[in-house]
């Protein structure tokens, strides 16, 4: 038999825990008088700064950025089609990201908990030096996975020997697939302010890469 061309796909994926937790959350006051509703937003900020330092001091949050002051003004419209006075809205804007889950689930709990502090959502990720090492790991394994799928093929066409001729990220063999490797973070979503026991749970975090190669067969 001739020289034969195969082409194939090699895939891996992994799930591993997350390792950080990044959590956004926003300071927000209301009302009709803008310098109140400027100090009541700046005030209300403070104790949720503090709590965020504390625990950068304690190790068990690694960064945190806080946006700048915000003001808007809204003039809502009444029943009968008139506009009525301005409505001012301040707000603030948080992001921590926690080493320690636990210590962050337990300070979400809290903070729920605080008047004018909303919850937004949380990222879940890995450390840099744990992403670059996965990326690695799964690439390596879908570059077997394809050698092991062409030289599968080469043997039921009865051909003994199997030559790399190209591999690739999906995508750049074949046309019209994205590329990868990639890594799927999941989210964690809003929980209800004052619920009595809220549980954060890292979710997994699947790490996969896909390749494509040619072989020669013969």
């Given amino acids: 038999m001739s020289e034969v061309i195969i082409t194939v796909r090699g895939e891996h994926e992994v799930h591993v825990a997350a390792e950080r937790a990044t959590v ?64 001012y809205r301040a707000t603030v804007d948080f992001t921590a990201t926690f080493a320690d889950i636990s210590e962050m689930s337990l ?47 080469a043997k039921a066409l009865g051909l003994q020997t199997v030559t790399p001729l190209e591999i690739a990220d999906r995508g750049l063999i074949s046309a019209g697939s994205p590329p990868a490797p990639k890594m799927a973070r999941a989210m964690a979503f809003d929980s209800a302010a004052g619920a009595p026991a809220m549980e954060y749970a890292g979710e997994d975090i699947t790490v996969s890469a896909t390749v494509e190669a040619r072989f020669s067969a013969s």
């Fill in 107 to 153: 300070w979400a709990t809290e903070l729920s908990a605080w008047d004018g502090v909303e919850l937004g959502y949380t990222e879940w990720l890995l450390t840099d030096e744990t992403a670059t090492r996965l990326e690695s790991e799964v690439a390596t394994e879908a570059v077997n996975v394809a050698v092991t799928r062409a030289t599968a093929y």
């Fill in 24 to 87: 956004h959350l926003t300071v927000v006051q209301e009302g009709s008088d803008r310098q109140s509703v400027v100090d009541a937003a700046l005030s209300a900020a403070t104790p949720v700064r503090e709590s965020i330092t504390t625990r950068k001091e304690s190790g068990a949050v690694t960064e945190w950025s806080s946006r700048q002051l915000d003001v808007r003004a809204d003039r809502p419209w009444s029943n009968d089609g008139k506009r009525l006075a301005p409505v």
